[in-house]
């Protein structure tokens, strides 16, 4: 049987791998990433959370951070497809002014 503490620890080293990546990362798609590794790492204390409570509202939170994240993906890819076509680059650099 995994404890409560042994997933929350889990969860704590999870997100500051994605907390990492999104600070160090070069690439938008890249930064995307991370900060899906990071929403997964919340979901994960949620559900550890609720299991440990005896409810279900970790996992009924989570469901909705997860279709957060789906939103998120989808609109954040949009605007990557959009400024890449814009500017042929990827680089958060290229991105400081956001003058056509």
């Avoid at 509202?57 to 954040?76: K, R």
């Amino acid at each position: 049987m995994v404890t409560l503490n042994a997933v929350l620890v889990l969860g704590a080293v999870i997100f500051c791998i994605g907390l990492f990546g999104a600070l160090s990362r070069r690439n938008a798609v890249g930064i995307l990433m991370s900060i899906e590794i990071m929403l997964n790492a919340v979901n994960i204390t949620f559900v550890a959370i609720g299991r440990y409570i005896g409810t279900v509202d970790g996992q009924i939170i989570t469901f909705f951070v997860m279709t957060v994240a789906a939103a998120e993906a989808a609109v954040g890819l949009a605007l990557v497809i959009a400024l890449f076509r814009h500017r042929e680059t990827l680089s958060p650099d290229a991105f400081t002014s956001l003058k056509w």
